[in-house]
């Protein structure tokens, strides 16, 4: 069975500071990999994924994420925080082309920019 | 272009009652997946519809029942309401086929609250 790991329930950084948040997965096959964001009381959206290609992909508001096929990781990267990115961030992953073709999420990392 | 829309945006019922949460998907989207997120959890997979059947389901009682209609959208009933089921409810759609990008699109969600 396919499943997320977010190891860290909250992150803090300084505005100004590099940031990252933790994700890695388990899967059985090719793994497609998705970031997504949360703010209070909405739906979520997507920031970015990995389907195949260059490990590093770049996606929305000036985030990035590395795949690691070695070390099963995807992790969320921005070079400079701003106090705006603080939200629940949840990293994905799915199996495609599968029968079982739906999307796991982990249960999400708060990130929290300190002005 | 009109995004994932979902009726209602909050709800009260009480224990025993049941409801029904309603989701038209993004335009050009054939597929949708329904979710539920705890307080401070990750999206929970509850199942996925496409051609009006029941492709995948996850770990939910069969009080958990959906149906997708000719124009695409889709309703999620939950029969015989518990506490527990008090949740942000979410409506995702995607596009299947040579066309699948692979992402989700997410609505709003649906407040469910069980007194």
């Known amino acids: 069975a396919q499943s997320v790991a977010q190891p860290e329930d909250q992150v803090n950084v300084a505005e100004g500071n590099p940031l990252t948040v933790k994700c890695t997965y388990s899967?059985?096959?090719?793994?497609?990999l998705f970031w997504y964001v949360q703010y209070p009381n909405r739906g979520l959206q997507f920031l970015l994924k990995?389907?195949?290609?260059?490990?590093l992909v770049k996606g929305s508001y000036g985030f990035e994420a590395e795949f690691n096929k070695s070390q099963t990781s995807f992790h969320l990267k921005k070079p400079s925080a701003l106090v705006s990115d603080s939200a629940l961030y949840f990293c994905?992953?799915?199996?495609?082309?599968?029968?079982?073709?739906?999307?796991?999420f982990g249960k999400g990392t708060r990130l929290h920019i300190l002005p | 272009d009109a995004g994932v829309t979902q009726s209602p945006t909050h709800l009260i019922k009480t224990r025993g009652q049941q409801v029904t949460l309603r989701c038209s998907p993004k335009?050009?989207?054939?597929?949708v997946s329904w979710y539920q997120q705890a307080l401070g959890q990750g999206p929970q997979f509850i199942f996925q519809?496409?051609?009006?059947?029941?492709?995948q389901r996850g770990n939910f009682p069969d009080r958990f029942s959906g149906h997708q209609f000719p124009n695409y959208s889709s309703e999620l009933n939950v029969n015989a309401l518990l506490l527990g089921d008090s949740a942000l409810y979410l409506c995702?759609?995607?596009?299947?086929?040579?066309?699948?990008?692979?992402?989700?699109?997410f609505g709003e969600g649906s407040r469910l609250t069980v007194l």
């Open positions: 995702a759609s995607s596009r299947r086929g040579v066309l699948n990008t692979g992402e989700l699109f």
């Open positions: 899967v059985s096959g090719n793994p497609y």
């Open positions: 990995y389907i195949t290609g260059d490990n």
């Open positions: 994905a992953v799915r199996v495609y082309p599968n029968r079982d073709d739906k999307i796991i």
């Open positions: 335009s050009g989207h054939d597929t």
């Open positions: 519809y496409y051609e009006e059947e029941e492709r």
